[in-house]
């Protein structure tokens, strides 16, 4: 079962420019993570035209691309919406997010799914197993042996039941899936929000600070630190900075101004590729504050032994995600 800390040498992104959604305001992100990629990294690249490609090969003409056309595909999270590699197969899920107005758009990410098929074929050429369950690639992170998966899977397919949803998920990639709760304001529910293994014996947790608008946030990720401690894995904690920032949308279903938060100051959601940490950046709301999260979790990574990159995230964070919802590894 591919995972975080094992030795990577591709990469997939989509490149979003002229992307026809919002989507396209992350070209920067992408551009400044290529510049940051480990040199002995082969880039593998989704675009929608060769206007794009050519940018690309102007911007980075000391870099080789493997690239692939896709006229309609507009989606970053590749991450989410590709699936898991399991040694000589791709195990697919459903990629269908049920949160926000998304959950009305069948047909747009019955396009995706399809889409997504070229993709996995293209660049992995593994051969793809159906798996008949709603879920998104983050909600998910596992050292080979066990697997930590938020209760949005069980929400999402209401069909089954959670004893079945397990069985399902061991037999198709071979781990043994510990679902926990859902942090309750969380709508997205990907687990990599708040985790990410560093070893097999080693997870980073989030930590926020003390303020009275993440009183339950801290709650939740004191809950997760004991849950993984009573799996005897050792917790690393990870400084990230929450910001009060909803994005807005239309679905109408919270009295805010839209259901789910924008990722600036999540600092767990990086790219981790062999020796190197890809860590976003933020721009928050003091100075102090910028410079105190952006270094410290830079100085916390080196200390681990990592050679620490960095992305300026903000123009990606709007849309709710980071560094590694943007990418597939392998």
């Known amino acids: 079962m591919n995972c975080d800390f094992e030795k990577v040498s591709n990469i997939i992104l989509a490149y979003p420019l002229n992307f026809k959604n919002e989507f396209s305001k992350c070209t920067s992100v992408i551009d400044e993570l290529i510049n940051q990629l480990p ?14 490609l050519n940018q690309l090969d102007n911007l980075h003409p000391d870099k080789a691309f493997q690239t692939l056309l896709l006229e309609k595909w507009d989606d970053i999270w590749l991450r989410d919406c590709l699936g898991f590699i399991n040694d ?46 709603i879920w998104d690639g983050g909600n998910l992170v596992h050292n080979n042996k066990i697997g930590f998966i938020t209760s949005k899977i069980v929400e999402d397919n209401s069909s ?35 985790m990410a293994f560093v070893n097999k014996n080693n997870i980073a947790i989030s930590t926020y600070p003390d303020m009275a608008f993440l009183k339950k946030d801290n709650e939740y990720l004191e809950q997760l630190r004991l849950i993984a ?84 995230c903000d123009a990606l964070a709007q849309f709710g995600g980071s560094l590694h919802c943007l990418s597939f590894t392998y």
């Open 88 to 133: 000589n197969k791709f195990v697919k899920p459903i990629y269908f997010p049920r949160y926000c107005e998304y959950k009305n758009r069948w047909n747009y990410f019955k396009r995706i799914n399809k889409a997504s098929r070229k993709i996995i074929s293209h660049f992995i050429n593994k051969p793809i197993i159906d798996l008949p369950l």
């Open 39 to 52: 040199t002995d990294i082969n880039i593998q690249i989704v675009a929608t035209n060769e206007g794009a």
């Open 229 to 312: 401690s009573m799996k005897s894995i050792n917790v690393t904690r990870i400084n990230d900075r929450p910001v009060d920032e909803a994005i807005a949308c239309n679905c109408n279903e919270f009295r805010r101004k839209g259901c789910f938060y924008t990722a600036k100051g999540n600092y767990i959601n990086n790219l981790r590729i062999n020796d190197t940490v890809i860590l976003p950046e933020y721009t928050l709301s003091t100075k102090r504050e910028t410079d105190y999260y952006n270094q410290s979790n830079k100085e916390l990574y080196e200390s681990m032994g990592f050679d620490v990159k960095t992305v300026n």
């Open 160 to 194: 089954f039941n959670q004893e079945y949803i397990e069985k399902m998920i061991e037999e198709k990639l071979n781990i043994t899936p510990i679902i926990i709760p859902r942090q309750e304001n969380d709508v997205i529910g990907h687990v990599d929000g708040y």
